[in-house]
């Protein structure tokens, strides 16, 4: 996305550094007519250090125009309309009426869009942290992960990265294959399974979800393993019957984490997945996948912030170890910014 602002920074900044130039220019042009000649070339020597010193005062009509250039381009690029409007809303109160360097306006831009843009982030949690912390307090207890989302996300395969991460870091985990809606799903988190040395627990084709997930968590209670990742059959949010079932498997599995997995390239389609996730079980954070394929970067800064809930981790290829964990400073500084 914000390859595309950053280009257009320095153009706006430059356009922005002319406000009230004429009126400058009116002012001093007319004793000129008056002035001897042998002063002409020193005044012309302080001219050029006022020019280069002299401040400019941002107008409200100034900041309308390049404010609507500025709106177009965050919803050209997958920014939501509401996250937009916030964007440009705190631009203008930074900068209006602000008396600035014509050198300092486009670090003040910047400065500013990188500052709002920090605060509609939600901060991530460490799931590294949270795991150990109910290992130490609750002996014997998994820490259990449920995951939703709608079909070709890269769900499955999100949930083998995660495995892989978890593995890495010397976190034992067991896999839940309850997308029992398609039995391709079983046989390909039974494939990533061998490749990692994860047990995956499942039942046959059509069998009840939420009884491969207890199942899982059993297993787990009984082999004294860390985490428990519960795949999800992919559905669309907007079907309610399969939504319950999504329930069903929330209410019986109690997991402690629900996780949403969605695409970063697709903008808005994502906003609205996570809301309706959210609204049915109650999400507590996001992934989002193909951020390695993302250039416009606006599902990121929207998801989080329509949502109220942190993005924990991206999914950056298909390898198992492309997939970090979720850093606002590191995000914003990759944004240009």
């Given at each position: 996305?914000?390859?595309?602002?950053?280009?257009?920074?320095?153009?706006?900044?430059?356009?922005?550094?002319?406000?009230?130039?004429?009126?400058?220019?009116?002012?001093?042009?007319?004793?000129?007519?008056?002035?001897?000649?042998?002063?002409?070339?020193?005044?012309?020597?302080?001219?050029?250090?006022?020019?280069?010193?002299?401040?400019?005062?941002?107008?409200?009509?100034?900041?309308e125009?390049?404010?609507?250039?500025l709106?177009?381009?965050?919803?050209?690029?997958?920014?939501?309309?509401?996250?937009?409007?916030?964007?440009?809303?705190?631009?203008?109160?930074?900068?209006?009426?602000?008396?600035?360097?014509?050198?300092?306006?486009?670090?003040?831009?910047?400065?500013?869009?990188?500052?709002?843009?920090?605060?509609?982030?939600?901060?991530?949690?460490?799931?590294?942290?949270?795991?150990?912390?109910?290992?130490?307090?609750?002996?014997?207890?998994?820490y259990?992960?449920?995951?939703?989302?709608?079909?070709?996300?890269?769900?499955?395969?999100?949930?083998?990265?995660?495995?892989?991460?978890l593995?890495?870091?010397?976190?034992?985990?067991?896999?839940?294959?309850?997308?029992?809606?398609?039995?391709?799903?079983?046989?390909?988190?039974?494939?990533?399974?061998?490749?990692?040395g994860?047990?995956?627990?499942?039942?046959?084709?059509?069998?009840?979800?939420a009884?491969?997930?207890f199942?899982?968590?059993?297993?787990?209670?009984?082999n004294?393993?860390?985490?428990?990742?519960?795949?999800?059959?992919?559905?669309?949010?907007?079907?309610?019957?399969?939504?319950?079932?999504?329930?069903?498997?929330?209410?019986?599995?109690?997991?402690?984490?629900?996780?949403?997995?969605?695409?970063?390239?697709?903008?808005?389609?994502?906003?609205?997945?996570?809301?309706?996730?959210?609204?049915?079980?109650?999400?507590?954070?996001?992934?989002?996948?193909?951020?390695?394929?993302?250039?416009?970067?606006?599902?990121?800064?929207?998801?989080?912030?329509?949502?109220?809930?942190?993005?924990?981790?991206?999914?950056?290829?298909?390898?198992?170890?492309?997939?970090?964990?979720?850093?606002?400073?590191?995000?914003?500084?990759?944004?240009?910014?």
């Amino acid at each position: 996305m914000f390859k595309f602002l950053k280009e257009k920074l320095s153009s706006w900044a430059k356009k922005l550094s002319g406000a009230g130039k004429k009126t400058e220019e009116v002012k001093e042009e007319a004793p000129k007519k008056i002035i001897a000649k042998p002063e002409r070339e020193e005044k012309g020597f302080f001219e050029r250090i006022s020019a280069r010193l002299s401040k400019v005062k941002i107008s409200e009509k100034e900041f309308e125009v390049y404010g609507e250039d500025l709106r177009i381009l965050l919803l050209e690029n997958n920014v939501a309309y509401e996250v937009a409007e916030k964007i440009i809303a705190e631009l203008k109160k930074r900068i209006i009426g602000k008396e600035l360097l014509k050198k300092e306006i486009e670090e003040e831009i910047r400065g500013g869009l990188r500052e709002i843009i920090l605060g509609i982030l939600i901060e991530p949690y460490d799931i590294i942290g949270k795991i150990k912390e109910k290992a130490a307090e609750k002996h014997g207890e998994p820490y259990v992960l449920l995951f939703v989302g709608i079909n070709g996300t890269g769900k499955t395969t999100t949930i083998a990265k995660i495995a892989s991460f978890l593995k890495g870091k010397n976190i034992s985990s067991v896999i839940a294959a309850a997308d029992t809606f398609r039995a391709a799903s079983i046989e390909q988190l039974k494939n990533h399974g061998k490749r990692l040395g994860v047990k995956v627990i499942s039942q046959q084709y059509g069998a009840d979800p939420a009884a491969v997930g207890f199942d899982a968590i059993s297993y787990a209670k009984k082999n004294r393993i860390n985490v428990v990742l519960i795949d999800t059959a992919g559905r669309m949010h907007t079907a309610k019957n399969l939504m319950k079932e999504i329930e069903k498997i929330s209410k019986v599995c109690r997991p402690d984490l629900k996780l949403f997995i969605g695409e970063s390239i697709t903008g808005n389609d994502s906003v609205e997945q996570a809301k309706s996730f959210d609204w049915a079980i109650g999400i507590d954070g996001i992934i989002l996948t193909k951020a390695d394929v993302d250039e416009r970067g606006g599902t990121a800064l929207s998801v989080g912030y329509i949502t109220k809930k942190p993005i924990i981790f991206l999914g950056t290829g298909q390898e198992y170890d492309k997939i970090e964990a979720f850093n606002k400073e590191k995000f914003v500084k990759d944004l240009g910014l």
